[in-house]
């Protein structure tokens, strides 16, 4: 037998304590009124229920304060479990499900929490009433109970609810020394739920406070680190390192459209370190890269399943939001958060938090693409200054002094003098050859970088030798050009950059070597290609700045490769050897 899911009255239904508008004598004449009139077990029990309620009322964190109100519940029934479901946002499940009185060994053994879409914790979310029942093992909407669940048959059920919504349900069950749940047991908890209502909708709006309060510093640190001058590439992984961060997830991915079409993965953050998700195409095909580059939002409950998905990468993830990066309605790229299998799915909070975050994240984007455009047409203006100058004033003038060499030479009779000013007009053909190869590299616009990945380097030495005052020495072994993928070749390249970006702005360097070997052998016996690019300059100081190597780790990491750094090449292993490694 079960008992009515509305319990019966009790047997003498105490007068209502004074209404919030009724104060001063009456409302103490009405309060004493009613203490009186209560039934003496309840009365006797009234100070436990106030102590209760003082219980549930300390803190205002929210996951504390459902255990607070589980374990309160639990000691004022004495019952031997309790457990607070946590209804969903589309209002059809359990979002959380906080349990007292199972030891954690009896949790881990029971596996999965419900889901709350069946049995009779499915039945009180469709239709949320009071529950008492002296059997719930036999009450016609209970499924059972999975291995090594403690056994339980008396239940007292009551709904929390919060602002005038059904938050979720408060669950008793296995009533200590036995028998089944009072009336008054009932009365108490109804009460203990009402105030948890108003306890939980203090820390739901305090968790959403702080939760604000959490994605806007995190749009703060994104706008201030993409324009403090990071790179392209750091700007974009420092987007998704706070994406990650912010929304719980797993992983962050930052995608922009490839030539081929499709969206590329070109920066993430994941919680195990790189991965190999660098370089990843999402192709064309997928309906969820239409509907993103169109501006709008995709979230995804489980990633898994999810048919719109076609890439293997989406298998191993659960719960996924993809977010465009769009300002003043341009698609810049699309930011990706996908949580682990089995997680809880983004609340229509964090969605909401998430979709600004984005915005400003693209905000800062096209703040910090504008501020780079300014900075590289400076540089080009530079570089054009720079290319004038060279080629009507020194290459000018070295010519006329070559011209006063040759008349020299011939008037010279001591072959010892003539030998002597042809050496010296030859280094200066030398000198002019290189000036001019200085100049085409000046003068040639990045659109026009040729794709041999040999070009490619000599390419980067010649406009590092601008900036360095001189130009640095370069060694290729092996087949550069055949052997070395278009990935690693677009990596490296980068690499070097950095590499030669810090000789520059750090090393004071007088000397530099660039080394290229397509036929390394990598540790674990795989082919692979090694840069090295060593400098005599002042070495790396005790808490300088690590940030370009690591980002050069991190790109050789993602590749399978590695990358370190140790002593230069000057006097006594001055300066600084940066040594950059990945597969074919």
């Given at each position: 037998m079960h008992a009515p899911a509305v319990p019966?009255?009790?047997?003498?239904?105490?007068?209502?304590?004074?209404?919030?508008?009724?104060?001063?004598?009456?409302?103490?004449e009405q309060a004493a009124r009613s203490l009186q009139s209560l039934p003496e077990e309840l009365a006797a029990r009234l100070p436990q229920l106030l102590e209760a309620m003082v219980s549930v009322g300390s803190g205002l964190d929210l996951h504390s304060t459902l255990d607070r109100i589980a374990e309160t519940a639990a000691s004022l029934t004495g019952a031997r479990y309790a457990a607070i479901g946590v209804i969903n946002d589309k209002g059809d499940g359990l979002a959380d499900f906080i349990t007292y009185g199972i030891p954690q060994e009896h949790r881990e053994l029971i596996g999965a929490l419900p889901d709350g879409r069946s049995g009779l914790l499915g039945a009180l979310i469709k239709d949320p009433a009071t529950v008492r029942l002296d059997d719930l093992t036999q009450d016609p909407r209970s499924m059972g109970f999975p291995p090594h669940h403690p056994p339980m048959r008396t239940f007292l059920g009551v709904p929390i609810r919060v602002g005038g919504e059904v938050f979720g349900n408060l669950y008793l069950t296995e009533k200590r020394g036995g028998g089944s749940f009072s009336i008054y047991d009932l009365h108490m908890v109804k009460v203990l739920a009402t105030e948890a209502g108003i306890q939980i909708g203090n820390a739901r709006l305090y968790e959403a406070t702080r939760q604000r309060e959490r994605w806007i510093d995190g749009s703060v640190a994104v706008t201030?680190?993409?324009?403090?001058?990071?790179?392209?590439?750091?700007?974009l992984t420092v987007v998704a390192e706070q994406a990650r961060k912010l929304a719980n997830a797993s992983a962050a991915f930052v995608l922009l459209t490839a030539e081929e079409g499709g969206l590329e993965i070109v920066a993430e953050s994941t919680e195990s370190g790189p991965s190999s998700a660098l370089g990843l195409l999402v192709p064309p095909e997928s309906p969820v890269v239409d509907l993103v580059l169109s501006g709008e939002p995709?979230?995804?409950?489980?990633?898994?399943?999810?048919?719109?998905?076609?890439?293997?990468?989406?298998?191993?993830?659960?719960?996924?939001?993809?977010?465009?990066?769009?300002?003043?309605?341009?698609?810049?790229?699309?930011?990706?958060?996908?949580?682990?299998?089995?997680?809880?799915?983004?609340?229509?909070a964090e969605k909401t938090l998430a979709v600004q975050f984005a915005a400003q994240a693209a905000l800062a984007l096209m703040m910090a693409e504008a501020q780079r455009d300014r900075e590289r047409l400076a540089v080009f203006e530079d570089r054009d200054r720079i290319a004038r100058d060279l080629h009507d004033l020194v290459i000018q003038r070295l010519f006329a002094t070559g011209m006063m060499l040759e008349s020299a030479q011939r008037r010279s009779v001591v072959p010892e003098v003539q030998t002597g000013v042809g050496k010296a007009i030859d280094e200066l053909d030398v000198t002019i050859q290189e000036i001019r190869t200085a100049i085409f590299a000046l003068q040639q616009g990045p659109a026009e970088a040729p794709s041999g990945l040999r070009t490619r380097v000599l390419r980067e030495i010649n406009m590092a030798a601008v900036p360095l005052g001189f130009k640095p020495s370069h060694r290729f072994l092996g087949p550069v050009d055949t052997v070395v993928?278009?990935?690693?070749?677009?990596?490296?390249?980068?690499?070097?950059?950095?590499?030669?970006?810090n000789a520059f702005r750090h090393a004071q360097a007088g000397q530099i070597e660039v080394v290229v070997d397509a036929g390394?052998?990598?540790?674990?016996?795989?082919?692979?290609?090694?840069?090295t690019v060593a400098d005599d300059g002042v070495g790396i100081p005790e808490g300088g700045r690590r940030s370009g190597l690591k980002n050069l780790k991190r790109r050789a990491e993602s590749l399978g490769g590695d990358?370190?750094?140790?002593?230069?090449?000057?006097?006594?292993?001055?300066?600084?050897?940066?040594?950059?490694?990945?597969?074919?």
């Open positions: 019966e009255e009790l047997p003498e239904d105490p007068p209502p304590f004074p209404e919030r508008d009724v104060t001063g004598t009456a409302a103490a201030t680190a993409l324009l403090s001058g990071a790179d392209a590439d750091e700007s995709v979230f995804i409950d489980d990633a898994a399943t999810d048919d719109r998905l076609i890439t293997e990468l989406a298998r191993a993830y659960g719960p996924t939001m993809f977010l465009p990066l769009e300002s003043g309605g341009r698609v810049l790229g699309v930011l990706a958060a996908p949580r682990v299998g089995g997680a809880q799915p983004y609340t229509e993928g278009e990935l690693t070749g677009k990596n490296l390249i980068a690499a070097l950059r950095e590499a030669l970006s390394a052998q990598l540790p674990d016996g795989r082919e692979g290609v090694r840069l990358s370190w750094y140790g002593q230069g090449i000057g006097d006594d292993g001055a300066g600084t050897t940066v040594v950059w490694q990945a597969p074919h």
